[in-house]
């Protein structure tokens, strides 16, 4: 499976944002997929995942200003970022698990956003 991300940028605070995965390859090995992020300095962690049936899990620091989506037509997985603060800045990655257990990830964009 290879995954490329799109769409990340400079962006204001308050402004959006919206970031794209395409997954190719071995498709039908994918079980769920996601965005994680890392800040300098810091640890990459979870933002938003979405299983194949549909299902969410958003971080709690994104909850109601993140939406994760999916168009499995175009096996792409989308990051709609709204109300975005300058502690949202990092290096975004998405990520895809499949139902072998083994995780595949993108190259990050970055986002950064400005006070």
């Known amino acids: 499976v290879q995954l490329q991300a799109f769409g990340g940028g400079l962006v204001q605070a308050g402004g959006s944002l919206r970031l794209s995965c395409v997954a190719s390859?071995?498709?039908?090995?994918?079980?769920?997929m996601g965005w994680y992020r890392q800040a300098p300095g810091k640890q990459r962690e979870s933002v938003a995942s979405?299983?194949?049936?549909?299902?969410?899990i958003n971080a709690d620091s994104v909850k109601g200003r993140f939406t994760i989506s999916r168009d499995n037509a175009k096996n792409t997985v989308y990051l709609q970022m709204n109300s975005l603060k300058p502690e949202d800045t990092a290096v975004y990655y998405c990520?895809?698990?499949?139902?072998?257990?083994?995780?595949?990830w993108g190259e990050g964009t970055q986002v950064t956003v400005s006070s």
């Open positions: 390859g071995r498709i039908n090995s994918i079980k769920a």
């Open positions: 979405i299983t194949n049936g549909g299902s969410t």
């Open positions: 990520k895809a698990d499949s139902y072998y257990g083994r995780e595949y």
